[in-house]
């Protein structure tokens, strides 16, 4: 472990870099063996962060796999939150 001095701001990027977390957009595809539930598949699109080895999901959206116009629409979002958790660390 490394302690730099606050007014240094080059160390604290430097630190920064090294620190920066990893995330990604997962898609699954589950099916459903309930029988009081009308759809057999579902979509779950994640997004998730690796905090200590463990990923974690910091959103997630799920709907019937087969809704065509719903599947595209939470991918993208998916990407809109992935590229905002990128660009702001």
């Not at 990893?22 to 979509?43: A, W």
């Not at 974690?56 to 905002?84: L, M």
Request: glycine share 2%; aromatic share 8%.
């Amino acid at each position: 472990m490394e302690i730099f001095d606050t007014t240094n701001k080059i160390a604290a990027m430097t630190a920064a870099k090294h620190l920066r977390l990893k995330s990604r957009v997962k898609e699954v595809i589950e099916d459903n063996n309930d029988p009081d539930i009308l759809c057999f598949k579902t979509y779950t699109a994640k997004v998730q962060v690796k905090i200590l080895g463990i990923w974690v999901t910091v959103w997630a959206e799920t709907c019937d796999f087969s809704d065509g116009d719903t599947r595209p629409y939470i991918k993208n979002c998916a990407e809109e939150v992935h590229q905002a958790l990128t660009e702001s660390v």
